[in-house]
Nanobody
Framework: QVDLVELGGGSVQAGGSLKLSCAASTLRFYYYCMGWFRQAPGKEREGIAT???????NYAYSVKGRFTISKDNAKNSLYLQMNDLKPEDTAMYSCAAVDCPPGSPMRGFLGQEYNYWGQGTQVTVSS
């Protein structure tokens, strides 16, 4: 069992930046593949960024070039740096994790690929 806690959400004006963090309750943080997801009211959950055990990353088109996913295994933490925020980025942001043994493929943007989820943190971008 891995508990995930997101921090760093808030309100910001369009064009601004926020950095989200996700703290994991595991000493084997390096073992997991991680992802960031978001869900806006009335919309389906959207996977936006993933990171593999080796640090390789992948981004959804909607955030590519503006958001950066990273992790710090020593701090058991995942991050999402969000720049040039737009009103359409307004959503509840959640981190997710899945066991990722050596040789496992990098996970994608489907929520069903992940076993563990945080409660989420709200990001609101005003125009």
């Amino acid at each position: 069992q891995v508990d995930l806690v997101e921090l760093g959400g808030g309100s910001v004006q369009a064009g601004g930046s926020l950095k989200l963090s996700c703290a994991a309750s595991t000493l084997r943080f390096y073992y997991y593949c991680m992802g960031w997801f978001r869900q806006a009211p009335g919309k389906e959950r959207e996977g936006i960024a993933t990171i593999g055990r080796d640090g390789s990353t992948n981004y959804a088109y909607s955030v590519k070039g503006r958001f950066t996913i990273s992790k710090d295994n020593a701090k058991n933490s995942l991050y999402l740096q969000m720049n040039d925020l737009k009103p359409e980025d307004t959503a509840m942001y959640s981190c997710a994790a899945v066991d990722c043994p050596p040789g496992s493929p990098m996970r994608g943007f489907l929520g069903q690929e992940y076993n563990y989820w945080g409660q989420g943190t709200q990001v609101t971008v005003s125009s």
